[in-house]
């Protein structure tokens, strides 16, 4: 006669298969981490302002129809970006040749830009950009901004919803758009998911003796899924902390492979 706790047993283990078998299945079409959202560098200076804008250029490419040509690459960033100073008057903004970048197997297509102030307040400033945005609706761009003291925060991020923001005012705004991408981010990705799924399996349960046993009561069964949770994303954030600050560097494709 089978005993529960073979039964979860069982049931742990088939789960698990079925987990890894559909990681394997999407394997080939995804990655862990979305590399294909657009970044606005935006640096302040005294008395100027310079950005640098990276898009994917297969994501690029396939709004312009095409292998786009440097000019159009550049025409279509200028188009969309728009950057007005505290009075409502827009800098003027100097384009620089577009260049082509990798970052973790991603080819990007990177092009500055020299923001004229006309003699505006350069740390205060409205930023709109929908490039790409405005045909992928799903796309959102990421704007990093270093002050004039050379700080470097994340200012915003920038949706089909909500495509401008204010420099100079974005304390609150940026932590609140940023725990919304952070969501946004798990949500749509399935090795996240799958992987705390594979956790959870066992939160039921417990071993004693070699063998598996069901837990007594719901709080126990509680406990153990808020300290996997809690385990998983304290973990997870020490090692993007330490990947952004570089602390930490592995190339991209093995550490895929594992995390897959």
Do not use: C, K
């Amino acid at each position: 006669m089978t005993t529960r706790p073979n039964r979860a047993l069982a049931v742990t283990a088939l789960t698990g298969v079925l987990a890894g078998g559909l990681t394997l299945l999407t394997a080939g079409t995804a990655q862990a981490h979305s590399l294909t959202s657009s970044t606005l560098a935006v640096r302040v200076g005294e008395e100027q302002v310079e950005a640098t804008v990276s898009v994917a250029a297969d994501t690029l490419d396939a709004v312009l129809g095409g292998a786009a040509a440097d000019a159009d690459v550049a025409g279509y960033l200028a188009e969309h970006l728009t950057v007005t100073g505290s009075d409502g008057g827009a800098w003027t903004e100097t384009w620089s040749a577009v260049t082509r970048e990798t970052v973790e197997g991603i080819e990007s297509y990177r092009v500055d830009v020299l923001l004229d102030t006309a003699g505006a307040d350069p740390s205060s400033f409205t930023l709109a950009y929908d490039g790409v945005i405005e045909a992928d609706a799903a796309h959102e761009a990421v704007v990093v901004l270093t002050d004039a003291a050379g700080d470097i925060s994340t200012a915003g991020v920038l949706t089909a919803t909500d495509d401008s923001l204010v420099v100079g005012d974005t304390a609150g705004t940026g932590l609140a758009d940023m725990v919304g991408y952070g969501l946004h981010h798990v949500l749509e990705g399935a090795d996240h998911l799958l992987f705390l799924l594979t956790l959870l399996l066992v939160a039921p349960v417990v071993a004693v003796a070699g063998r598996w046993h069901r837990r007594d009561g719901g709080r126990p069964t509680l406990r153990s899924v808020l300290a996997v949770v809690t385990a998983f994303t304290v973990g997870h954030s020490l090692t993007l902390l330490a990947s952004a600050l570089g602390w930490v560097t592995a190339p991209s494709a093995p550490v895929e492979v594992l995390i897959a």
